[in-house]
């Protein structure tokens, strides 16, 4: 089975106050941080992002409209790079490891949508077989945009995984001193 693993980095950062993508955390930043995960799991990834985002020499998929999150971020990319099916991250969860993508990428074998559930509430990274696009399309269509909205709505397999450093969502600056506060 052909997976891809895709790195969602298209948002505006407003609640970090500046481009949190490019944020330093010792000594690397958070879209290198992850960047670095994937490349160790898949051998085809993308970076995810907003018309004209460019980054070294990574391959880049633009949203069709910029800015209307992560579950349309995932559509545009379901619909100009199909895939048997995909795994797909975010750049405000710098600290993910390659076991849990290497997880999701088996789990994947035998369901269509694969989720990380911790602490009984769904995170990235999920993992989705392309014929789930259609339910997507649906789902947007009927005025939807959650992306966890969207999962509730399906059969997730769900991996269940403890609170811990590796799924913090950094999205405001309070959510970094918490990271130095508790992981040091």
């Known amino acids: 089975m052909k997976v891809v ?3 969602l980095a298209g948002g505006r950062s407003k609640r970090f106050g500046k481009d ?3 944020h330093i955390y010792k000594g ?3 879209i290198d941080r992850c960047i670095e995960t994937m490349s160790e799991v898949f051998d085809e990834f993308y970076i995810s992002a907003e018309k004209g985002f460019n980054y070294k020499d ?3 998929i633009y949203d069709i409209e910029n800015y209307k999150g992560p579950l349309y971020a995932i559509y545009s990319v379901m619909k100009s790079l199909k895939r048997e099916a995909y795994v797909f991250t975010v750049v405000d ?3 993910i490891s390659s076991k849990t993508l290497l997880e999701i990428l088996k789990a994947l074998l035998n369901y269509e949508v694969v989720c990380i559930k911790v602490g009984g509430n769904i995170s990235f990274p ?3 077989k392309f014929k789930v696009l ?3 399309e649906r789902f947007i269509s009927a005025g939807g945009s959650s992306v966890m909205k969207f999962l509730i709505s399906q059969d997730c397999k769900f991996l269940h995984k403890e609170p811990s450093m590796e799924f913090m969502n950094i999205n405001r600056p309070e959510d970094l001193q918490d990271l130095n506060q508790k992981h040091l």
Do not use: C, E, H, Q
Request: without cysteine; hydrophobic residues 50%; proline residues 5%.
């Open 20 to 22: 949190k993508r490019f």
């Open 28 to 30: 690397k930043s958070f």
């Open 126 to 128: 999920v993992g989705l």
């Open 93 to 95: 969860m710098p600290f």
């Open 5 to 7: 693993g895709v790195l």
């Open 134 to 136: 259609t339910d997507i």
């Open 58 to 60: 990574y391959n880049v």
